[in-house]
């Protein structure tokens, strides 16, 4: 089955930065489009970015675009979420995603995806 493990989260102080990695198991994952989102305390789980299987496309939500890069390395079945310049109302858990459409990066909604990880917190003080 699909696995997808996410590490990376700490606490950090504002302005610092932190990287985000997903390894994905139990798929073709060069074939896969993977997302980022996150869910602060008390609010709805939030679309951050996308990636398509090759790399080519990525989709970002506006409001973290100039903050926040997503990559991937198909070698290492990995995605990763560069993220710079923290602020303390980036406090969230932090999931990758799997969407029910094969290659589509257009998976700003929960409905769209088929495969969660677990999280990893992630908390900047300020």
């Known amino acids: 089955q699909v696995q997808l493990i996410e590490s990376g989260g700490g606490s950090v102080q504002a302005g610092t930065s932190l990287t985000l990695s997903c390894v994905a198991s139990g798929l073709t994952f060069s074939d896969s489009a993977m997302g980022w989102f996150r869910q602060p305390p008390g609010q709805e789980r939030q679309f951050l970015a996308a990636?398509?299987?090759?790399?080519?496309?990525?989709r970002y939500e506006r409001s973290i675009k100039t903050r926040f890069t997503i990559t991937r390395e198909n070698a290492r079945n990995t995605v990763y979420l560069q993220m710079v310049n923290l602020k303390p109302k980036d406090t969230a858990v932090y999931y990758c995603a799997v969407p029910f459409a094969h290659d589509s990066v257009v998976i700003t909604t929960t409905d769209k995806i088929k495969y969660w990880g677990q999280g990893t917190q992630v908390t900047v003080s300020s």
């Open positions: 990636i398509s299987g090759s790399g080519t496309t990525i």
